[in-house]
């Protein structure tokens, strides 16, 4: 039985994006590969050696998700570094007293001639 660790470890290593997607995608093509390999050989491996061999591989794959998930938990979670926005900024409001046209106001009394009235 071959030990497909080391294999495995190092082909995550150099995904370009190491991902959960990522490794998941490089997973599949590990197994159709291994199996692929497998049933080409000659003389024919007994089933029973084939599904020894993919246990190997899905033992190695489970190794290497778990120092993924150590990883993980052992980096500082920091948040994504928003990029700087650059908004128009709305322009000041004027109260809406000094937007209201105004009317003047009468005169006020005192200032009416007297014999006026």
Do not use: C, W
């Not at 660790?5 to 959960?20: C, Y």
């Not at 489970?62 to 979670?77: D, I, M, S, T, Y």
Request: charged share 35%; glycine share 2%.
């Amino acid at each position: 039985m071959t030990d497909y660790h080391p294999l495995i470890a190092r082909a995550v290593d150099g995904l370009a994006k190491n991902t959960g997607e990522a490794r998941r995608a490089l997973y599949e093509r590990a197994r159709s590969a291994l199996v692929a390999q497998l049933r080409s050989v000659e003389p024919a491996l007994s089933e029973s050696d084939i599904t020894k061999e993919r246990l190997a591989l899905e033992e190695a794959i489970r190794k290497v998700e778990g120092e993924a998930a150590r990883r993980a938990l052992a980096e500082p979670r920091t948040p994504p570094r928003a990029e700087p926005r650059f908004e128009s900024r709305p322009t000041p409001r004027q109260p809406l007293a000094e937007t209201r046209t105004r009317t003047p106001p009468d005169p006020p009394m005192a200032l009416k001639p007297a014999d006026a009235a």
